[in-house]
DNA sequence: GTCTATAAAGAGATAGAC
DNA sequence: GTCTATCTCTTTATAGAC
């Protein structure tokens, strides 16, 4: 199967991490089918059977970092879940986290989101898996303000859910590091669009 | 270059629709690079060679069928925003049929929104601009509403626009036409999230 | 307009020496 | 851990008969 790319000892596997990390930009860049192992030998500045000494399949490399970023936004999200007892602040706070953590490791999430496709069966059942369990902890803190009476209950927790990862998710399609925007200014102008709304009244 | 998909004499090339729309289903499914001419002239009943004997290129599929929903959807846009002298309604109808158009001709929309990579540097400049000056529409519409009072004026019309086409477009991801929400209904729903937001307060 | 056959190039992956 | 050389398969695209 896979290497583990979190978990293992130390230092075992940086290698392993500098070849996700070059494979997402070239991935992003290019596409994964358009990306050949010779492309990414060549950035690695190693030759093609030298970088299949280091990874199992170039499949794999799609997977091993779907799972990595996964795990990195929802180990940051579920922490910023627990900052506030306050519904509200608990959104606010876990909107920040997503939004800085996916574009922190931007090709990676780009690559993720947008390449699931191309995993085999299996990696694609595990990686939406995954997925499905962190959009439950979305719905989970949505529902709860809306029992708390702080987010309108006119529309179903699933459906805000969704509108709030339209509003986040594209972002990676068109976010610069070298704009005139930072990302966490970014996640709070997004989270007053997705609360207050665009109109003056309600600002 | 490539055969004019709108504009020609009716008739004569239907079946170049035909193939367009088969593509995009297919580049949609599986992925632009993933999806070979075989599996494009097999779904068409078609042999390679007489595929090619209706196309120029495989990209020429890609780039024909970015002109045609970007050249759709601008002309449905555009004629929503002649519905009416009043700002925020204009931007209403101009949602719902941005919406509404994206979705019914969902697998165009999304492979020529992820597949711009693949294009050639020629045909990538085309298509930008054209989405470049669609931008622009939505922008100065956006602008006048903020100029009549109607729009927040502390986040630039830009950003607004980023906004909104984040929380329009991510929807071509999840979309089901086989799933319990209208294009429509969906169109109304994300607008209300867009200009009251999701707070209670507001609502 | 459709076909069979094929050209020419590049893909993922491996063998085996060092 | 790195390399050169290679295997095998598939790709886009075309030639030329019907």
Tied chains: 1, 2.
Excluded: C
Excluded at 101 to 127: I, K, P, W
Excluded at 133 to 145: F, G
Excluded at 171 to 197: E, Y
């Amino acid at each position: 199967m896979s290497s583990p790319p979190l978990g293992a000892p130390k230092g075992v596997s940086s290698r392993h991490g500098e070849i996700l990390s070059v494979a997402a930009d070239l991935f992003w860049a290019q596409g994964y089918d358009a990306t050949s192992m010779s492309d990414l030998a060549a950035a690695l500045g190693l030759s093609k059977a030298s970088l299949y000494h280091h990874i199992e399949t170039k499949e794999s490399l799609l997977f091993d970092m779907s799972v990595v970023v996964l795990r990195r936004i929802t180990a940051a999200v579920e922490a910023a879940a627990d900052s506030s007892p306050e519904p509200l602040e608990r959104l606010r706070a876990m909107v920040r986290e997503h939004v800085v953590t996916a574009l922190d490791h931007q090709t990676m999430n780009a690559t993720s989101l947008t390449e699931l496709r191309a995993l085999s069966d299996e990696h694609r059942v595990a990686v939406t898996r995954m997925r499905d369990s962190y959009d439950r902890m979305i719905d989970e803190v949505i529902a709860e303000a809306q029992h708390a009476g702080a987010i309108r209950a006119d529309i179903s927790s699933k459906l805000l859910r969704l509108a709030l990862l339209n509003l986040l998710n594209w972002t990676i399609f068109w976010f610069r590091a070298d704009g005139d925007v930072s990302p966490a200014d970014l996640a709070d102008l997004l989270t007053s669009i997705f609360l207050q709304g665009a109109l003056v009244a309600s600002g």
